[in-house]
């Protein structure tokens, strides 16, 4: 079964400054993982992905993710936060197991402060 | 269209009423999600169709609850006498294929309010 898990539910940084958002997971196939942004009353966008190829993946507004196996990680990062950074954040894990069943994490709310 | 298209977004519904939700994938997208999100929390999967096959709907909280996608383009969700824990902001997604891997489009939700 899959799960996934965001460690932390909020997370304050100081604008241009680093960013971490933390998710493990759990499955029992090879997954899929995806982080996703969603901003107040807009839909949820797309960040980065993985699907077994490189293990640092690069996605958009400088955000990138490394899966790590032997960790069952994909945290995401960033290294100078922006202002426009401050949204909802979702870690995502998806198997094919003859359904689609794609979990997501409880959301990490990331706070930049000027 | 240009994303995925939800309506109405936003509905009052007074408790026991039934309400339909409508979900316009992306053309030409074969794979279309349900989710449900409660306020504070990360969308819960519903159901999963491919074309117009309900392959999965093992995250539909009661039989209350039906989505159909009778053309395999635009689905419904339909909630029959809605309850007060009905009231969230139920999200439906498409991917152009079923595959692994496969970007999900989102849409921008229909936010039900049971009253």
């Known amino acids: 079964a899959q799960s996934v898990t965001q460690l932390d539910s909020h997370v304050s940084v100081s604008e241009g400054t680093p960013v971490l958002l933390r998710c493990n997971y759990s499955s029992s196939y090879s997954p899929s993982l995806f982080w996703y942004v969603q901003h107040p009353n807009k839909g949820l966008q797309l960040l980065l992905k993985y699907t077994s190829a490189a293990t640092l993946v690069k996605g958009i507004n400088g955000f990138e993710a490394e899966f790590k196996k032997s960790e069952t990680s994909f945290h995401l990062t960033k290294p100078s936060a922006h202002m426009s950074d401050a949204a909802e954040y979702f870690c995502?894990?998806?198997?094919?197991?003859?359904?689609?069943?794609?979990?997501f994490g409880a959301g990490t709310r990331l706070f930049v402060k000027a | 269209g240009a994303g995925v298209s939800q309506s109405p977004r936003y509905k009052v519904a007074k408790r026991g009423q039934d309400v339909a939700l409508r979900c316009d994938p992306i053309?030409?997208?074969?794979?279309l999600f349900w989710y449900q999100q409660a306020l504070g929390q990360g969308p819960e999967f519903l159901t999963y169709?491919?074309?117009?096959?309900?392959?999965?709907k093992s995250g539909l909280p009661s039989d209350r609850f039906f989505a159909e996608r009778p053309e395999g383009s635009v689905s419904t969700l339909k909630i029959q006498r809605t309850q007060q824990e009905d009231s969230a902001v139920y999200l439906c997604?498409?991917?152009?294929?079923?595959?692994?891997?496969?970007?999900?489009?989102f849409g921008e939700g229909s936010w039900l309010t049971v009253v």
């Open positions: 169709f491919q074309n117009e096959a309900q392959l999965d």
């Open positions: 995502v894990v998806s198997e094919d197991t003859g359904g689609f069943k794609t979990i």
């Open positions: 053309s030409g997208h074969v794979s």
């Open positions: 997604a498409s991917s152009l294929t079923g595959g692994l891997g496969n970007t999900i489009y």
